[in-house]
Structures are given as C-alpha cells and as structure tokens.
C-alpha cells in the first residue's frame, strides 16, 4: 500500500475535525482537538486556541498542545491576551512572522516557556464576530509558516467559530431557562405565600444562583436611620439576618436615597460603602438595586462577589437584578399593605369600641348615677340628721363617680370632637388638662373648614398622648400646640419645656410608635426633637391631604 502523500494527510485532517463537530458534546475537548489538528495540518510543535471572552478584551479559555503539564506548571497563569495575542484579539486578521521575538509588539515570554520563533495566528471569526485565535509556533524545520498553512487553520478557525457559537447560544438558552424558572418561582410565591421572610429568602436564593454571587442580601428600613438585614443567602448568611447597618453611612442607604442601581467593580475604592458592613462580608466587588413600589424605594438588593476567576459582575448581572428587586418591591409592599390594612382595622375597631363605651358610660351609666343622686335628695328630706349625714356622704361619693364617669368618657372618645370637630375638642382637651395639673397650655388652631373623620381622629390621640406624656415624663411648666392646615396638608407641633429625653431609647413607653403607626396609616409622618439636657420636647405631626 502506498504511502498517504501530505496532502492526503491533511485532507483526512480536515475530515476528522469537521466529524468532531458533530460528534464531540463537551466544548472543551472539541476545541481541544481543532488545536491538535491545526498543530497536525502546519506541522507546528506548539499550538493554542484563546477564546474571547465576552466583553471583547481578553481571553477567558486558552487550550495548548505540545507543551508537558510539568513545563505548563512551571510556566504558571495562562496568557489573558497581551502582546502579540492582543494584536489579533483587537485586529482579527490572520498574523505570520518569521520571528515572533523580533516584532516591536510582543512583551516576551515568563519564565520557563519554551522558545518560540515562527508564528501563525488566525482569527476565530463567525459572520464577522471574532470568538478567539488560533496559534501556532515553530513549524517542523525551522521553516516559516505558508499561505496554505495559513488557509488550512482558517478553515479550522470557521469549525471552531462555529462550536463557539453554538455553545455560547446552549448556554444562553440554558440561562434563559433557568431564569425564566426562577422567575414564575418566585410569582407563584408571591401569589400563595404570605410570610414576607420566605418570599424575600426565596428571591435572595434565587437570585444568587443564576448571577454566581458568593452573598445576596435584602435589606429594609428599620425607623428613619438605619437598616435591616432582612433576607441573607450565601457566606455568613445567619451572622447577618436581623443585623442592622447606618443608613446614611452605608452604599444601600445612598442607593435608596438615588433609587438607581449601582456597581461596583472595586468595594475598596468606593468612599460611600460601609466599612464595618464590608469588614463582615469579607466583599470585594458589589451591586446594589433599589426596590421601587409605586415609585416608593422601600428596600435594596445587594449582592457581593461573583464566583469564578473575576469577582465584578457585567451590566446582565445588573438588569436580572433588578428583575428580581422587581419582585421583592411587590412582596414588601404587599406585606406593607396587608399590615397597615390589619392595623388600621384595629384601629379603627378601637375607636368604634371607644365611642360606644363613651357612650354608654354617659348617657346609660352617667343617667344612672343621676338618678341615684336625685333619689339621695329626696330621701334625705324624709330621714333624721343622723341619716342624712350619712346620705350627703354618700352622695359626695356618687358626685365624684359621676364625674370620674364623665371624664373617662370624654378620654374615650370626646361627643364634641364627632359632634363639633378637633379645634373645638382640643380646645375643651386643653382647658382640662391646664386645670387638672396646673401646667399651662398655649393652644393655637388654624383650620377653616372640618377634617375628615380619620384625621381628626388621628391628630386628637397624637395631641392627646403627647400631653399625657408631659405629665407623666416631662416635669414641663408651659406647653404650646399649634394646630395649623395648608393647601396639601395638616400639621400640629407640641412643644415643652421639660427635662427632654433620649427618643431612641424609650420609644415603647413613650407611645411614640403608636403614635407614627396611626399617622403612617394616612400617609403621614412624626418627628421628635428632643434631648436629656432639660431643652425641652418638640413632637411635629403631619398628614397629607388628598
């Protein structure tokens, strides 16, 4: 049998690397064996293919033949496309040189590579779009590389464009897929579950997953200054739920405040991240994603350190993100909604519970304790003096039940507030609270025309409280209310001039939290100036009109 001649030898070659094609699953031994057969076809001793990584600057893959695991050891990192691999990456078009050492662009070898003269590198090149290199070095007796070398590789570089391709559209479709189950996860949840917890952890797991993040947290306001780790996956997860960081002083707090998403490629260099906060993760790079709900940001998403050799995550990473805080800034806000719809119900049975004892106690209980003062009196008309002594005291006793009756019912609900509105309520509130405890009251309303019910309600029991708590706390001499209405909203400053307090630290005995609930419900806010310095108390209450 006659020996093949070479051009037989590469012929079968060829053949044998457009086989691979269709046989071969795994892309790496693929492109593997396009290298070992562009080595073959040029007679070359050394041979490598870099692939492109997707942002176009540098190499992510980098297959070799010809040189021994110990010699790829010693040499180290694999190149990321500088010098001369850079030249094709940014060109694409095919490169021969007779010594690859003498171009003015090569940055040398490291240590320990083999020596390497003759040169051939042909772009990976599909529709136009370059997917990577082949290179090939030292060909079989010191000989240069030839144009038909260098059309053979081409051949092999449109084989291996096109594995590429194909495996890069898998991986996106697989992406897609995952995404896309991910995502009716997630909204199947937010359709049947109604613990906040478990929606947030889900999203958080989620999306960690599909954006190879080492940590993804959630995090929301907890009062006007800080926020909460609500939801943690990855690394250190049960060492960060419920932690809270600053909000001013943290990137979250910044990206609420913006409500934009930011990245990050570098946590170090960035003046707005909270340095304890990063300390504790341990985070090099970030993102961070606000979760807007009717144009409310309500929380962020924040995930740190995508796995793998480059820890930045790319403007895809982001835009998922942000599907998925899409989704968490509905579960917040429906948990939000669901609570304030609770609290308002029960508030408003409150008050529905306090008008109908107000009413009891003075039209029943206080008709009651009339008519026994009214049948005191004509009994004492009919007894001897030792008797109607004892029926003056006892009617004494029924007067001042009767008054504690009324009182009460006024505390209750005032009949004056539903009947005549808030001015003329406080005003009876405030000439009460002045003769009972001595300390004087400045009232000052300005409001043309009644409130709605819910808000004159609302701004009764924040005045009201407030007044019980200079009792009990202040040590006050004067206070001054100034109730007052602009054209989109109502508002009412309290102010003392007492010992003053610390109201971070005694919001529950103070009523303070009561107080924002019930203004939190219409939309409105509360603010405290106060300190432990005898500067007094301010407390600003404000609700918003519709």
């Known amino acids: 049998m006659e020996a093949a001649t070479p051009s037989q030898n590469r012929l079968r070659a060829l053949i044998e690397a457009g086989l691979a094609i269709t046989s071969e699953l795994s892309l790496d031994a693929l492109l593997q064996r396009l290298v070992e057969a562009a080595a073959q076809l040029t007679e070359a001793r050394y041979a490598a293919l870099g692939v492109i990584d997707q942002s176009g600057a540098q190499l992510e893959r980098f297959l070799t033949t010809g040189i021994d695991p110990e010699t790829q050891a010693a040499i180290g990192e694999l190149p990321r496309g500088e010098g001369i691999l850079g030249v094709l990456i940014r060109e694409a078009r095919p490169l021969r040189l007779h010594d690859l050492n003498d171009d003015p662009r090569a940055v040398g070898f490291p ?16 529709r136009g779009v370059a997917y990577g290199n082949l290179y090939l070095t030292e060909k079989a007796g010191g000989e240069d590389f030839t144009e038909e070398d260098e059309e053979l590789v ?32 997630v909204g199947n949840a937010l359709a049947t579950e109604t613990d906040l917890q478990r929606l947030l952890d889900l999203i958080a797991r989620r999306l960690r997953e599909l954006i190879s993040a080492r940590v993804v947290t959630v995090v929301l306001p907890q009062g006007a200054d800080d926020l909460r780790f609500a939801a943690v996956a990855g690394e250190d997860a049960d060492s960060l739920l419920g932690h809270t960081t600053s909000r001013a002083r943290s990137k979250s707090g ?5 409500r934009r998403s930011e990245r990050v490629d570098s946590i170090i260099d960035d003046l707005e991240v909270d340095r304890d906060a990063t300390r504790l993760l341990g985070a090099r790079t970030g993102l961070w994603v606000p979760l807007i709900a009717r144009e409310r940001a309500i929380g962020v998403i924040a995930a740190h350190d995508k796995l793998g050799a480059d820890p930045r995550f790319s403007d895809a990473d982001v835009r998922l993100a942000e599907t998925f805080a899409s989704r968490a800034a509905v579960a917040v806000d429906l948990s939000e909604r669901i609570e304030r719809n609770a609290l308002g119900r029960v508030v408003d049975a409150q008050e529905v519970e306090r008008r109908r004892l107000a009413r009891e106690l003075h039209d029943e209980t206080g008709q009651a ?7 005191l009196k004509s009994l004492e008309e009919k007894v001897d003096a030792e008797a109607r002594k004892a029926i003056a005291e006892l009617r004494e006793l029924v007067v001042a039940t009767l008054q504690d009756v009324r009182r009460l019912a006024v505390e209750l609900r005032p009949k004056v507030l539903d009947d005549f509105g808030l001015e003329a309520a406080l005003e009876r509130l405030t000439a009460a609270f002045s003769e009972q405890t001595g300390i004087e009251v400045q009232f000052e309303a300005q409001l043309p025309a009644r409130l709605p019910e819910e808000i004159e309600t609302a701004f009764y029991r924040v005045i009201q409280e407030s007044l019980t708590n200079v009792v009990k706390h202040a040590r ?22 007492g010992q003053g307090f610390d109201p971070t630290a005694h919001r529950e005995g103070f009523g303070l939290s009561g107080m924002q609930e019930r203004l939190a419900l219409l939309g409105g806010g509360l603010q405290i100036e106060s300190g432990a310095n005898g500067s007094g108390t301010t407390v600003a209450a404000e609700v918003p009109l519709a």
């Open 254 to 258: 910044r990206v609420l405040e913006r």
């Open 111 to 126: 240590a320990n590579h083999p020596p390497m003269r003759s040169f051939l590198g042909v772009p990976v090149l599909l």
């Open 154 to 185: 081409g051949l092999l570089a449109g084989q291996a464009a096109v594995a590429i391709e194909n495996a890069r559209l898998y991986e996106a479709a697989t992406g897609w897929s995952r995404q896309l189950e991910s995502l009716n996860e």
């Open 369 to 375: 304790l009339t008519s026994i003062l009214l049948g």
């Open 476 to 497: 006050a001499r004067r206070v001054s209310i100034v109730l007052t209405r602009r054209d989109s909203a109502v508002s009412a400053v309290i102010e003392d001039d």
